[in-house]
């Protein structure tokens, strides 16, 4: 038989974390290649959920999610950020930020549309793009003084006639990079001038360093009316398992991405949003540990793969280091990250499958540093005499 799968979905076959994982798994090696943490969420939230499956809260939630947690999502961007959502209308409750993106970009964008990101990207972004039909238009991250920045030339380049959407990932994955007030204000100047929707990946929206401010796009002049914000309890609470993500913005853009959504899943995970909405208003001195506790591992990381020979990207925000492996006298990161479980007993993700030009990226390695201490010390063991 022909391949079944459908012409705009060819190309994204298996990801690379599947195939990083099988070959860490099949070489014994430790995986820095996933970004998921190895320890668990705040341990009362964890209880609320038991809790909650154990007396009966285990049936359809409403569609736009149960009224607590969108309660608890409207105070959290009131209190944070002083930008006031209707818990009834402009907040909507999703299957992690996973379906936030598809159900966003599905709704906003079809065929001949063009939506921007900035390369190197999440990958849902690229397959939520193609299935909805439409085309991305990629703009390069590159290191400018010690960070990954976009140039905002090439931004303005990007965005043509049928530039629908911008999508802006900050805290980024898997650069680190936090968007600054000023590139914000670039991006925002140009989705005014141009009359473009953003959809703004929040999820590391705590998870920022070194004092670094996560500003909200949606705070910016002119902004919240055009922006679809996008967060999740994954990487705040530890618990990327659970899928319970949101998005607020304006009554007319949740009504689009509602009527998308509200087909993909309906609704889901009743006893972990309930978990999830106690968490947002009882537990940020929990996430304030977390946020410490992983500029400390980052620290070790870094640490960690200087004595071995890479040269680091101190990341301001995220789970992720980008190394460059030319120091060690590598040039193909896809290369080195296939051998490298075999090799070094330690797996992490070429960083080039996050590009379309993937030269750009060709030698970068991406590692995680959402793990135990002891796993990272083992791993930077692991990495020295690398490039021997
Ligand atoms: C982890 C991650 C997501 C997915 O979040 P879920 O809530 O697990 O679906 C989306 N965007 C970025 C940038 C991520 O790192």
Known sequence: ????????????????????????????????????????????????????????????????????????????????????????????????????????????????????????????????????GATHRPVTLRPHGGRFAFDPAELRAAIGPATRLLLVNSPHNPAGTVFTRAELECIADLCREHDLIAVTDEVYEYLTFDGA???????????????????????????????????????????????????????????????????????QDWVAGLRGSLQTKRDRLIDGLTAAGFTTYRPQGSYFVQADIRPLGFTDGLELARALPEKAGVAAVPTQVFYDRQAEGAHYLRFAFCKRDEVIDAAAHRLRGLGL
């Open 1 to 132: 038989m022909d391949d079944p799968l459908v012409q705009r979905m060819r190309g994204f076959g298996t990801t690379i974390f599947a195939e990083m994982t099988d070959l860490a798994v099949r070489a014994g090696a430790i995986n820095l290649g996933q970004g998921f943490p190895d320890t668990d969420g705040p341990p009362a939230m964890l209880e609320r959920a038991v809790e909650e499956i154990r007396s009966g809260g285990n049936q359809y939630p409403p569609g736009p999610g149960v009224p607590e947690l969108r309660a608890a999502v409207a105070a959290q961007r009131a209190a944070r950020y002083g930008l006031e959502y209707d818990p009834d209308g402009e907040v909507l409750v999703t299957v992690g930020a996973t379906e936030a993106i598809a159900a966003a970009v599905l709704a906003l964008a079809g065929p001949g549309d063009e939506v921007v990101v900035f390369e190197p990207y999440y990958d849902s972004y690229t397959a939520t793009i193609a299935l909805a």
């Open 213 to 283: 401010e996560h500003v909200p796009l949606a705070t910016l002049p002119g902004m919240r009316e055009r922006t679809v914000a996008i967060s999740s309890a994954g990487k705040t609470f530890s618990a990327t398992g659970w899928k319970v993500g949101w998005i607020t913005a304006p009554r007319p853009l949740v009504r689009a991405v509602q009527t998308v959504k509200q087909f993909l899943t309906y609704t889901a995970s009743a006893p972990y949003q309930r978990a999830v909405a106690h968490a947002l208003e009882h537990e």
